[in-house]
């Protein structure tokens, strides 16, 4: 069955430093694998995905992930913190038939 | 811009009564679904739908049942709320049921409702 974790609930990172949130994943297929963000109030949107070709895969904001097969991983960085990016932050492993599995979440702080 | 809309941002109930929450999607999508977000355990899918009139139960269906009458529209209902349903509940759509398709698994969420049962 497929699954996904989030290692760390909660990230802290100073304005301009390195983010760099963890994601391992349990799939018995080859995956596609996502993550999303969730402002404050807000729904979830689409950060990035990957499916199938590159491995490295580029997001909006300036954040972008790597699936690593033998690692089972596809962290999430971005080498570059703003204030804006504080938010909640959710990796997820499609299953068939178009569901996702979600993570349990990892809050981001930024502080100034 | 793709547009699922849930009708009540928050919501305060007493137990035992009947709760509906209602999703509208405007993007003629097939796919629809409900997710419960608790704090801690993330996105828990409740039920899920691929076309009208059909649904599947997720992870935790139990204390809830759907409805989907047109393709735009998914509808929770909780029969008799119960303090153990206060959470944030999210709506979700996607384009089609194929797989593998880059494009079909993407969900775009609505906004949320927070449901509190007192």
């Known amino acids: 069955a497929q699954s996904v974790t989030q290692l760390g609930s909660h990230v802290s990172v100073s304005e301009g430093a390195l983010v760099l949130l963890r994601c391992n994943y349990s799939?018995?297929?080859?995956?596609?694998l996502f993550w999303y963000v969730q402002y404050p109030n807000q729904g979830l949107q689409l950060l990035l995905k990957?499916?199938?070709?590159?491995?490295l895969v580029k997001g909006i904001n300036g954040f972008e992930a790597e699936f690593k097969k033998s690692e089972t991983s596809f962290h999430l960085t971005k080498p570059s913190a703003h204030m804006s990016d504080a938010a909640e932050y959710f990796c997820?492993?499609?299953?068939?038939?178009?569901?996702?599995?979600f993570g349990q979440g990892t809050t981001l702080q930024v502080k100034p | 811009d793709v547009k699922v809309t849930q009708s009540s941002r928050y919501l305060v109930k007493r137990t035992g009564e009947k709760v509906f929450l209602e999703c509208v999607q405007d993007?003629?999508?097939?796919?629809m679904f409900w997710y419960r977000q608790d704090p801690g355990l993330g996105l828990r899918l409740i039920y899920f739908?691929?076309?009208?009139?059909?649904?599947e139960k997720g992870d935790i269906p139990e204390g809830y049942s759907v409805s989907r009458e047109k393709k735009e529209r998914f509808s929770l209902i909780l029969e008799s709320a119960s303090t153990n349903q206060t959470s944030m509940y999210l709506c979700?759509?996607?384009?089609?049921?194929?797989?593998?398709?880059?494009?079909?698994?993407?969900?775009?969420f609505g906004a949320g409702s927070r449901l509190t049962v007192l």
């Open positions: 979700a759509s996607s384009l089609t049921r194929g797989f593998p398709s880059s494009g079909a698994n993407v969900l775009t």
């Open positions: 799939s018995s297929v080859p995956p596609y």
């Open positions: 990957y499916t199938t070709g590159a491995t």
């Open positions: 997820a492993v499609s299953v068939v038939r178009g569901k996702l599995i």
């Open positions: 993007m003629d999508h097939e796919n």
């Open positions: 739908s691929y076309d009208v009139k059909m649904k």
